[in-house]
């Protein structure tokens, strides 16, 4: 669920890491919090945020240069965002330097201390999550999963990326969506990298990324290095304060937390399915051709048979 601004406030300020100053960051651009901070400081901030080795390798006049913001702007943007100074701001960003990912164990940590209750409790408390996962999806994501819905049926192309865990349901939607119209494929194919796939990319394709946290820093570069190329980009992620959310034309927030030592897709499939049929009714004829062509060829290659 979003975090609000004053439950932000009032927890984390000023942040104690980077997630938090990035979330805080994040809060400032949607207007939610009232500080007084420059345009050009909020983006030399962004600058720092997208690429932190920056910031926790150089010094304050090696940084002004990289994002072009005058040292003594960066100590006061360091103080009004409740730092001492600039080293105490660079802190933040040498300790993510040195930060093991350590959200997976952590969570069976959390699972394991559950242990003593009933198979039947997790299972219970799993349904209640989803429930609660759809509902505020239901009650919050119905405008954006229109707008996705029309992107989707209008885009001459379609590019779909999902990184670990996310790739899976990539590859739901790009198998579903690819059935009911053409121009459809997966960003990085086999055996291409990142680097070509981008290079194929052309002004107004349709980029879907799939990404919630921990978020992939690879998604992350692959959305931006797509908008500056002028892709139009819809994600599907997990909160309003992901990094995904300002680089998208239109984001779907699917809620991904549960009792699941790792992030929960079922909602995300729940979604994604629907939107396909959404998709489905919106081509019309058009997707009833294209399923037809697809079973005339499954046929011929005598694959059910």
Do not use: W
């Amino acid at each position: 669920m979003s975090v609000s601004a004053a439950e932000y406030l009032s927890n984390s300020f000023p942040p104690k890491n980077y997630e938090q100053l990035r979330q805080l960051t994040l809060l400032i651009k949607q207007g939610s919090i009232d500080l007084t901070i420059g345009k050009k400081s909020i983006t030399a901030l962004l600058k720092m945020l997208e690429t932190p080795d920056n910031v926790a390798t150089h010094n304050i006049v090696e940084l002004s240069e990289k994002v072009s913001l005058s040292p003594s702007s960066i100590t006061r943007l360091a103080k009004l965002l409740g730092f001492q100074g600039y080293n105490a701001f660079q802190v933040i960003f040498k300790q993510k330097n040195k930060m093991k990912d350590d959200f997976y164990s952590q969570s069976v940590e959390r699972l394991i201390l559950d242990k003593g209750n009933s198979n039947s409790a997790l299972f219970q408390q799993q349904l209640k999550q989803l429930n609660n996962d759809v509902e505020e999806c239901f009650n919050n994501e119905m405008l954006n999963i229109d707008a996705a819905k029309l992107l989707l049926a209008k885009k001459h192309r379609v590019f779909i990326f999902g990184y670990r865990q996310s790739s899976a349901i990539a590859s739901i939607l790009r198998y579903g969506l690819a059935l009911i119209r053409p121009n459809v494929q997966m960003l990085v194919q086999a055996n291409h990298g990142v680097a070509i796939a981008l290079g194929q990319l052309k002004k107004n394709d349709l980029l879907i990324l799939i990404s919630s946290a921990p978020y992939s820093n690879v998604t992350i570069k692959i959305a931006s290095m797509a908008k500056q190329q002028g892709c139009q980009i819809l994600s599907i992620t997990d909160t309003s304060l992901s990094p995904l959310n300002d680089l998208a034309e239109v984001a779907l927030h699917i809620p991904t937390a549960s009792k699941f030592y790792t992030n929960s897709m079922v909602a995300n499939c729940f979604f994604v399915e629907n939107l396909l049929s959404l998709t489905a009714i919106e081509l019309g004829a058009a997707a009833v051709n294209n399923l037809q062509q697809h079973e005339q060829l499954v046929a011929d290659l005598e694959i059910s048979r």
